[in-house]
C-alpha cells in the first residue's frame, strides 16, 4: 500500500488556497442526491454535521449520549487558540503554525498545521457570530491567556468552560439543521461497524442502545468524529462513554491506524484516591498562568507532608523547590504538557510527592493572589492596604479567572484550593494518535473520513494546550466542507446506497454474532474487571515512560487478558433492551486490541518525542532524545487479522519550512 | 459506611415501577455518589441480578447526562453540583438514601433511572440559536465590542447544561429556567438580537408543545440549578415575550 499524503504543490502559505481554488466541486442540485454520515457529536462531528447541511447535504448524525449536545468536548476547560495577534505581542500565522510543530516534537506534516494555523482566526469569527460569550475586557473587546509551550498570549476562552460554549454553539447550529430536515438525528445510538462496497465507505451499522435494534444506514459517504481512546488506560480524563470502537472497527475494515503510541498525559489533574475511582479530574491549564508548582526540596519535608505532620504552608519559601522554573527557566511553568509530566513523575519518584500515595505535586496560587491583590488594591486607591485585605482582594481575582475549577477541585478533594495550594498529579488526557487522513482528512478508505481527534494529522508527538477545540472545529467548519466535495463530485451518478446488499448483510451478522457471544458467555468476570486490568497494564508500561522489555511484557499480557475476556466476561441482561453492560463489553473488547498496537507502535519507535518517552533514549539530564535520522516518519499501521501481526507503513514526514531541531524550553 | 438504599426500579416506559431496597457496605466516604453505585451494580451482576440503569457520561459535572432525584432533591444535598460531583461524604454510615428518577411529563423514563429528555432538543431546535451559517466571512470577533456586563451575564445564562434538574424540582414540573437561560444568552448580545423576537416565541410555543408546565415563581429551579442560573433569566424571558407579543 502506498501512502499518498496529498499535499498541494506551491509555497506552504499558498497551498490551501490553491486548494480551494483548483477542488472539483458539487453544485447544489447534486449535493441534495447525497447522503453523508457523521458519528460522534462533538465539536468536530456537529460542526461537520451542521456545515454540510448547510451546504446542501443529506446528513445523519450519530451520538451515543441522549443528545447531541454532551459530547465530551464539552469538558474541555481552558481555551482555544487562534492566531489573531489581539494583544499585539508578536503572534501570527506562522508562529502558530511554528509552535505547533515545535510543541509536537516534529512529528506532524507541515501543511496540514499551517492550514490548521490558517484558518485558526475564522473559527473566533464564527462562534462570536453564533453567540458563544468569549471573555472580554472592560473595552468590550475579546480576552486573550497563555497556555503551555508558547510566548504570547492566543487563547480565547470562556472561563474554565470554553469546550462547553463552543460546544453549544456547534450543537445550536446542528439543531437548526435538525429542525430544517437536513440533519437527520440519531441519539443513543452506536456505531458498531463501517460498511466498505467494492473499496468504498458505503455506510454504517448501528445499534439503537435504547431498543436495541441493529439499524443499517447507507451514505455516499462516512465521518469518523469520534474521539480519541484514552479509556484504554481505564483511569483518565475522558468521559465514562468516551471510546475508540469508531476507529477500531474502521482501522479492521481497511484504515490505516496511524502513531497509535502517541497518548498525552496531562500534568494537572486531581490525584487518584482510591480503586474504586472510575475516572480522573483535570484541572485546565490555564491553571498554570497563575499557579506555580513545587514540591520540597528536602526529601525528609516531603515525607512529613505525606504523613500529614506537616502542612504545605509550614515549608518556607527557600525550602521549596519550584522545578519547572528551575529547569526550564525560558518557559517555567508554561512548558509544554509533556514536559510538565514528566517532571513531576520524575520528582515523585525520587520521594518528593505530597500526598499520602506520594504521588501529586503542589500547584499554588499564594503568589498569584498576593500579586492581584495588590494591583487591585493600588486600582481602589487603598492606601497601605493590610495583608488580608490584599488576599481578599486577590482571591476574587483569581475566582472570576478559575472560579469553577476551584469549586469543581474543592467539591472533589475536600480541600479549599484558596487557602492550600492544589495537589495535582498526571493523567491520561488525550490522544495525539489516530486513524491516519491525508490532507483531505480521507482515510485509506476512499469515502471514510476521520475527524479531530479521531484522526492523528496535527499534533505530532504532544498537542499543546487549547488546540485541540482549536483543531476539532477547523476539521470541522472549515477543511471538511471543501475537501468533502472533490470526492462526492465523483458520486453524483451513484444513487442512493442500497443497504441490502451481502456487503451489509454480513458487516450486520458479525455484530449480531459478537452481541449474541457476550450475552450467551457464561463467563463469571465484569467488564470493568477487565477494563481496570488493561488499563494497569497500559499505564504501567504504556504510559510515561516506556522501555523495550515492558512493553515486551505489556504485549504478552493484553493477549492473555484478552483470551481470558472472551472466555470469562459476564454481560447480563438481553440484546433488546437497553443494556449499558453490553455497550460497555464491546468497547473493552476493542480497547484489548488496540492497547497490543499502541504498545507494538512504543516498541517500534526507538527514540523518545513528544508524550512518547522511551527510557532508554534520553540525554544525561533526562530530556527526550530524539532520532531524526530514522524516526521522522508517521507509524501507519494496517490490520492483517492480529494486531500483533500488523505492517507497519511509513509516511516519511518532510520538512520543507522548518528546521529540525533539538526541543529546548530552556 | 454501610448504607440502605432504596430504588426506583422500572422495567421500560410501560411498567409501573417500583421501589426496591439493596444494602451496600463498605462505602467509602472519598467515592462520588457514581462510584457508590457502580459498586453496587458490580454487586449485583456479581449476583446475576439486573444492574441499575442510570445516566451519566463526563463525570466532572458538565455534560448535563447524570440526573438522580436523591433524598427528595434534584442531584441530591448539597449546593452547585450535579449527581456525579456529590461524594459520600455527604452522608452518615446507616443512613437510608432514596434514589429516583426525574419525574415529569415531557421527561418519560426509558428504564429505571433513566429518562428521556429529548424535549429540550426539540426547544433548543424550535428557536435556540442565531442563524448564521458556517462562513468564513463573518466580521471580525472584535467588530463589535459588547460590555462586559453583558458579556458576563451572557456566560452565566450559558452556562446551563440542561440536565433538567429545574424541570424535576419545580411543582409544576416548568421549563422556564433552561428555556429563559438561552434567551437571555442570545438577548444579551448584539449578534442575538437580529432574531430575538422571533426566537423567544417559538421557543415558548415549542416548550408548551412538550407538556411543561407553568410557572409560579416559587424558586425552587433556582436553588437546586447546579450551575447557579438565576432567576433574573426567567424575568428577562417574560419582557422579551411580552415586547415579542405586543410588538
Known sequence: ?666 | MNLTLKIWRQAGPDDKGRMVTYQVKNVNPDMSFLEMLDVLNEDLIAKGEDPVAFDHDCREGICGMCSLYINGEAHGPGRGITTCQLHMRSFKDGDTIIIEPWRAKAFPVIKDLVTDRSAFDRIIQAGGYISVNTSGNTIDANAIPIPKENADKAFDAATCIGCGACVATCKNSSAMLFVSAKVSQLALLPQGRVEAKERVLKMVHQMDLEGFGNCTNTGACEVECPKGISLENIARMNREYLAAVIS
Open chain 1, 1 to 666: 500500500m502506498r501512502l499518498d499524503s496529498k499535499i498541494p504543490a506551491g509555497p506552504l502559505e499558498e497551498k490551501w488556497t490553491r486548494y480551494k481554488g483548483t477542488v472539483n466541486l458539487v453544485s447544489p442540485a447534486n449535493k441534495r442526491k447525497l447522503d453523508v454520515i457523521v458519528v460522534g457529536t462533538g465539536l468536530a462531528g456537529a460542526s461537520a454535521a451542521a456545515s454540510l447541511a448547510e451546504l446542501g447535504y443529506n446528513v445523519k448524525a450519530f451520538c451515543f449520549q441522549d443528545s447531541p449536545r454532551r459530547a465530551h468536548s464539552i469538558a474541555a476547560q481552558g481555551g482555544i487558540n487562534a492566531a489573531k495577534n489581539y494583544q499585539n505581542d508578536g503572534d501570527s500565522v506562522y508562529r502558530l503554525f511554528y509552535d505547533t510543530i515545535k510543541g509536537g516534537d516534529y512529528r506532524s506534516r507541515e501543511a496540514n498545521v499551517y492550514r490548521l494555523a490558517e484558518v485558526s482566526a475564522n473559527i473566533i469569527d464564527q462562534c462570536v457570530a453564533q453567540g458563544v460569550p468569549f471573555a472580554r475586557d472592560y473595552g468590550g473587546l475579546l480576552d486573550n491567556r497563555s497556555f503551555g509551550g508558547t510566548q504570547v498570549s492566543r487563547t480565547f476562552y470562556a472561563k474554565g468552560q470554553t469546550g462547553q460554549q463552543l460546544l453549544l454553539g456547534a450543537y445550536s447550529a446542528l439543531s437548526r439543521q435538525i429542525a430544517k430536515g437536513t440533519v437527520q438525528m440519531f441519539a443513543r445510538h452506536e456505531m458498531l461497524d463501517v460498511v466498505v462496497v467494492d473499496g468504498k465507505a458505503r455506510g454504517i451499522i448501528a445499534r439503537n442502545l435504547v431498543t436495541g435494534e441493529i439499524e443499517r444506514h447507507g451514505a455516499h459517504a462516512v465521518l469518523l468524529a469520534t474521539g480519541g481512546y484514552g479509556n484504554v488506560f481505564f483511569l483518565s480524563t475522558n468521559a465514562m462513554g468516551s471510546n475508540g470502537s469508531a476507529a477500531w472497527k474502521a482501522h479492521k475494515r481497511g484504515a490505516l491506524f496511524a502513531n497509535p503510541c502517541f497518548t498525552q498525559i496531562h500534568p494537572t489533574c486531581i490525584p487518584q484516591s482510591g480503586e474504586y475511582q472510575s475516572k480522573l479530574t483535570l484541572m485546565s491549564e490555564s491553571l498554570r498562568n497563575d499557579g506555580r508548582i513545587w514540591v520540597p526540596k528536602d526529601r525528609k519535608d516531603a515525607e512529613l507532608l505525606r504523613e500529614g505532620k506537616l502542612k504545605p504552608i509550614d515549608i518556607p519559601e527557600e525550602k521549596r523547590d519550584y522545578y519547572l522554573e528551575r529547569r526550564y527557566p525560558a518557559f517555567g511553568n508554561l512548558v509544554p504538557r509533556d514536559v510538565a509530566s514528566r517532571a513531576a513523575k520524575e520528582r515523585c519518584d525520587e520521594g518528593y510527592g505530597v500526598n499520602p500515595t506520594g504521588k501529586a505535586v503542589f500547584l499554588d496560587f499564594e503568589s498569584a493572589i498576593m500579586r492581584y491583590g495588590q494591583v487591585e488594591a493600588n486600582l481602589q486607591g487603598i492606601k497601605n492596604p493590610s495583608k488580608e485585605k490584599i488576599r481578599e482582594l486577590g482571591e476574587k481575582i483569581i475566582e472570576a479567572k478559575y472560579g469553577n475549577l476551584f469549586q469543581m477541585y474543592e467539591k472533589i478533594t475536600d480541600i479549599n484550593p484558596y487557602k492550600s495550594p492544589m495537589m495535582i498529579y498526571p493523567a491520561v488526557h488525550y490522544t495525539m494518535g489516530g486513524i491516519w487522513v491525508d490532507y483531505e482528512l480521507m482515510t485509506t478508505i476512499p469515502g471514510l473520513y476521520a475527524l479531530g481527534e479521531a484522526n492523528f494529522s496535527d499534533h505530532g508527538a504532544n498537542r499543546l494546550g487549547a488546540s485541540a477545540l482549536m483543531q476539532g472545529l477547523a476539521d470541522g467548519y472549515f477543511v471538511i466542507p471543501y475537501t468533502i466535495g472533490n470526492y462526492l463530485a465523483g458520486e453524483i451518478k451513484t444513487g442512493k446506497i442500497d443497504t441490502n446488499t451481502p456487503e451489509f448483510e454480513s458487516a450486520e451478522k458479525e455484530v449480531r454474532d459478537r452481541i449474541a457471544h457476550f450475552l450467551g458467555n457464561n463467563g463469571k468476570t465484569s467488564v470493568d474487571t477487565f477494563h481496570r486490568e488493561l488499563g494497569k497494564i497500559m499505564w504501567d508500561k504504556c504510559g510515561m515512560s516506556r522501555n523495550a522489555q515492558g512493553l515486551q511484557e505489556a504485549i504478552r499480557e493484553i493477549q492473555a487478558l484478552r483470551e481470558e475476556f472472551w472466555k470469562d466476561v459476564k454481560v447480563p441482561g438481553r440484546s433488546d433492551m437497553y443494556n449499558p453492560e453490553l455497550d460497555k463489553a464491546g468497547r473493552v473488547a476493542d480497547f484489548l486490541e488496540l492497547g497490543e498496537l499502541m504498545c507494538l507502535d512504543a516498541l517500534d519507535r526507538n527514540e523518545s518525542c513528544g508524550g512518547h518517552f522511551r527510557e532508554e533514549y534520553q540525554t544525561e539530564d533526562g530530556e527526550a532524545l530524539r532520532n531524526d535520522a530514522e524516526y521522522a516518519y508517521v507509524a501507519a499501521w494496517e490490520y492483517t487479522g492480529k494486531p500483533s501481526e500488523a505492517i507497519l507503513h511509513k509516511e516519511q514526514l518532510v520538512f520543507e519550512n522548518v528546521e529540525l531541531k533539538a526541543r529546548s524550553y530552556k
